[in-house]
């Protein structure tokens, strides 16, 4: 079982930045491949950001490619998200997700965190 808290959402202007964490329960951490994702309203949830239980691959969606930055730290039990160059349509809850290496679910999802960005 893994429990995910993410923080770090807030408001900001366009243009400007905001670094996500996840922090996760259990001690296999490193044995998940943690994923962001978000939903804006009216909108379904999308993939933005995945990293691999050893941190070596990331994949991003093409909407953030070049902004967002996914990392881990395994002996925090922690994942981040770097967003820089933040845009109006980057507004969602940003959720936290993990996922077993060999699984191709994810089964665990974090409660969410709300980003705003302000034109």
């Known amino acids: 079982q893994v429990q995910l808290v993410e923080s770090g959402g807030g408001l900001v202007q366009a243009g400007g930045s905001l670094r996500l964490s996840c922090a996760a329960s259990g001690r296999t951490f490193s044995t998940y491949v943690m994923g962001w994702f978000r939903q804006a309203p009216g909108k379904e949830r999308e993939f933005v950001a995945h990293?691999?239980?050893?941190?070596?691959?990331?994949y991003y969606a093409d909407s953030v490619k070049g902004r967002f930055t996914i990392s881990r730290d395994n002996a925090k039990n922690t994942v981040y998200l770097q967003m820089n160059g933040l845009k109006p349509e980057d507004t969602a809850v940003y959720y936290c997700?993990?996922?077993?290496?060999?699984?191709?679910?994810?089964?665990?999802w974090g409660q969410g965190t709300q980003v705003t960005i302000s034109s």
């Open positions: 990293i691999a239980w050893s941190g070596s691959t990331t």
């Open positions: 997700a993990a996922r077993y290496f060999t699984s191709p679910k994810y089964s665990y």
